[in-house]
């Protein structure tokens, strides 16, 4: 395993004996080097550090099946402006460019398959109303801050509202222009709608308008001239969509998206900054007893009580973590006593977690054991059985949520084991608790920060230091991960 991100030096063209000697940025062919060389812009829906301090993101996971069906390394390549990467790309600089919008026609250029629909949305104030702020959009009151890849939908849109008007923004990224609304640096901007989804959740005092009717898709990008590299990513996607793989990971990113509202949200937030403080220490504690991150203990918590330690339930769970009677009697605890709630509650989400079946993944696994943690794992036992029976993976969150709701259908439960439960409740609780811990690892420090490792085929390359960790822009950034140039 590669615990530091790797430099790469420029390959050298020498010319005529009597000239200088020159240098270019150009990749061999991946056929010859076995190499694949990958451009990627840094984001929450494309490759970052999660909250584990692993790899993560949409592209880093398509791109890395991708690599590994194919027996080849791989290198990222960060790159933070969206114009200059597929201009790199064009030169040859890399041979794919990822999670980029499709374009009718670009020189040099070609597309593969569409594999998700985006739209662009308009950010703005969330004290705002929206009539108000449609109206000073097109009126051209109000500033619109976008980047380069909106610029199509946006020239289609002045069409209808020509006083409508924009900045392009080329030193940003989408985040940071959702982050200068949130503080009041821009009036409004122009993102696609799954970036703005994610960070509404850290950002609830914006709000998303859909005043633009064109919709647009991602692709990956690569040079014309690799007709092989084109045939290769074509039988890629048709591959991962037959088998679903593609549909479970666009879930693994995306599926719990929109389960908090923003007031929700600023609640959460609020209480982070007042009670959080007074449990931190013990949420730390319990991650070193059961290696469990504290935030995902602490997202459990507030999920379940609101942090709340006299919290009670018309089921007859109380204290901050919910236990029962039985339960807290098995595991020597008070559950009324805040302490040994939270020592209690995260050993017993230790032993769900040692419960599942040493074939599921992560983060799967985490998911399936929160949903036994609340109903039960005789429950999410018979939901993984049931899956089978319908023709579902039951080693996969995104097909189990959709099976623990049948539990409560006579037709399904009646065969099974353990009989009827609320399965829908599950489903609701882990997609919850699921935004409940992503806001927390983007705002607070990992209580045991590591340097994120790679596989030994996998290098990141990243130039400028972009900052790769979920939670850079909210706490004070660390040294950079590498120093690397060209």
């Not at 880093?60 to 969206?82: I, W």
């Not at 308009?122 to 980047?147: I, S």
């Not at 319908?390 to 969150?397: E, M, R």
């Amino acid at each position: 395993m590669k615990h530091w991100l790797m430099a790469l030096c420029a390959t050298a063209l020498v010319g005529c004996s009597d000239m200088p000697a020159k240098t270019s940025n150009r990749v061999l062919p991946w056929s010859e080097s076995k190499e694949l060389v990958v451009l990627v812009q840094n984001s929450p829906t494309t490759l970052y550090v999660d909250a584990d301090g692993q790899y993560a993101g949409l592209e880093y996971d398509l791109v890395t099946r991708f690599a590994e069906a194919q027996g080849l390394k791989l290198r990222f390549v960060m790159e933070s402006d969206y114009r200059t990467l597929l201009e790199r790309l064009a030169r040859h600089e890399a041979h794919l460019a990822v999670g980029v919008h499709r374009e009718r026609e670009r020189e040099g250029l070609v597309f593969g398959p569409d594999y998700q629909k985006v739209e662009p949305v308009l950010v703005y104030p969330a004290r705002q109303a929206q009539r108000q702020a449609l109206a000073q959009l097109h009126a051209g009151t109000a500033m619109v801050k976008t980047l380069p890849q909106y610029l199509r939908p946006l020239n289609a849109y002045k069409i209808t509202q020509p006083d409508f008007k924009w900045r392009m923004v080329d030193d940003a990224d989408a985040e940071g222009l959702i982050e200068g609304v949130a503080s009041g640096a821009y009036d409004y901007v122009v993102v696609d709608s799954h970036l703005a989804a994610v960070a509404q959740n850290y950002f609830p005092g914006v709000a998303i308008a859909r005043p633009f009717t064109a919709q647009q898709t991602l692709a990956w990008a690569m040079p014309r001239d690799d007709a092989q590299l084109v045939g290769r990513v074509h039988a890629f996607f048709a591959s991962i969509e037959g088998d679903k793989t593609l549909a479970r990971l666009i879930d693994r990113y995306y599926g719990h998206l929109n389960r908090v509202d923003s007031i929700d949200a600023l609640a959460f937030l609020g209480k982070r900054d007042t009670v959080l403080q007074h449990y931190r220490d013990w949420f730390h504690e319990a991650e070193d007893k059961t290696g469990i991150d504290w935030r995902l203990i602490a997202a459990l918590s507030y999920q379940e009580s609101h942090w709340n330690p006299a919290a009670v339930s018309a089921y007859g769970v109380r204290g901050l973590m919910m236990l029962t009677t039985d339960t807290a009697n098995r595991l020597g605890v008070n559950r009324l006593d805040p302490y040994q709630s939270i020592q209690g509650g995260a050993r017993y989400m230790k032993m769900m977690i040692d419960a599942m079946p040493d074939q599921i993944a992560e983060p799967d696994r985490t998911w399936l054991a929160l949903a036994a943690y609340n109903v039960g794992i005789g429950h999410l036992s018979d939901a993984r059985i049931l899956a089978r029976r319908l023709n579902k993976n039951p080693d996969s969150w995104a097909d189990l949520k959709t099976v623990l709701p049948l539990l409560r259908d006579p037709k399904y439960f009646s065969t099974l084991r353990f009989g009827y439960a609320r399965g829908g409740e599950p489903v609701a609780f882990v997609e919850t608790l699921r935004t409940y811990y992503d806001i927390l690892a983007r705002f607070e420090e990992p209580y045991k920060p590591d340097v994120p490792a790679l596989a030994a085929d996998v290098e990141i390359h990243n130039p400028d230091n972009l900052p790769l960790r979920i939670n850079n822009r909210v706490v004070p950034a660390r040294p950079p991960l590498v120093q690397a140039t060209l």
